[in-house]
């Protein structure tokens, strides 16, 4: 069974903090990652993708992927309130067709004016 | 970024009633699409995926002759919630994808919020 965990939150900070939101994942195979941001009642927005091991800087957004610890994550610099939201992560691997991607549950994020 | 519409964006119907919902990718062509479902303050429940001209794959758990899906086109995929009951109330979804270098997210349209009374 591939699965995708993430914290369910709700992940709370400061405006202009750091939100730090983290995923784990169970395909060692796994070659695409995402981070999608849902806004309450809204469909998911894509935000973010890595494919290679490191760092990926975009805006305040940084997402960070070690495939050894099969762990990829999404750091918000300068968290605003409009960043309040719940964040997905959503991994692809080898061998799944179609595109297929899996889904974690989605982090709560929380930003306190 | 690809833009992925949905139509209507939101039905009230009454039970026993069919609903057809659109989907379309609007700037691209859609190797695939993909039908999910979310219930309030839940994750995203994927229903079903479908290539154009061919069958839909279904998740385990969702009935095929309920949720309906017909894929005519790179650009257009349809979901029909047949015999529609209270219990089918929720937030409907549609994303689109493309391959691609590393492979390619998957891009959603807004949702459709179907109400059955």
């Known amino acids: 069974q591939k699965e995708v965990e993430q914290n369910s939150g709700p992940l709370s900070v400061p405006e202009g903090a750091i939100a730090s939101l983290n995923c784990t994942y169970s395909?060692?195979?796994?070659?695409?990652f995402f981070w999608y941001r849902q806004y309450s009642g809204k469909s998911p927005e894509l935000i973010m993708s890595?494919?290679?091991?490191g760092d990926k800087e975009d805006g305040r957004f940084t997402a960070q992927l070690n495939k050894a610890s099969q762990y990829v994550s999404l750091l918000i610099r300068d968290s605003q309130p409009s960043d309040s939201a719940t964040y997905l992560c959503?991994?692809?691997?080898?061998?799944?067709?179609?595109?297929?991607?899996?889904f974690g549950p989605g982090t709560s994020l929380s930003v306190i004016p | 970024g690809a833009v992925v519409s949905q139509h209507p964006s939101r039905v009230i119907c009454k039970s026993g009633t069919s609903v057809k919902i659109e989907c379309r990718s609007l700037?691209?062509?859609?190797?695939?699409m993909f039908w999910y479902r979310q219930f309030p303050k839940k994750s995203l429940m994927l229903m079903a995926t479908?290539?154009?001209?061919?069958?839909?794959?279904?998740e385990q758990g969702v009935e095929k002759d309920k949720f309906l899906i017909n894929h005519a086109s790179l650009t257009l995929s349809t979901l029909t919630v047949t015999s529609a009951h209270p219990e089918d109330s929720s937030f409907y979804i549609c994303?689109?994808?493309?391959?691609?270098?590393?492979?390619?997210?998957?891009?959603f349209g807004p949702g459709t919020r179907l109400t059955v009374l």
């Open positions: 994303s689109a994808s493309f391959l691609g270098v590393g492979g390619s997210g998957q891009f």
């Open positions: 395909d060692r195979g796994s070659q695409s």
């Open positions: 890595i494919y290679s091991n």
């Open positions: 959503a991994v692809k691997g080898l061998g799944t067709s179609y595109d297929k991607v899996i």
């Open positions: 700037d691209f062509q859609a190797t695939t």
């Open positions: 479908s290539n154009e001209g061919s069958k839909a794959t279904y």
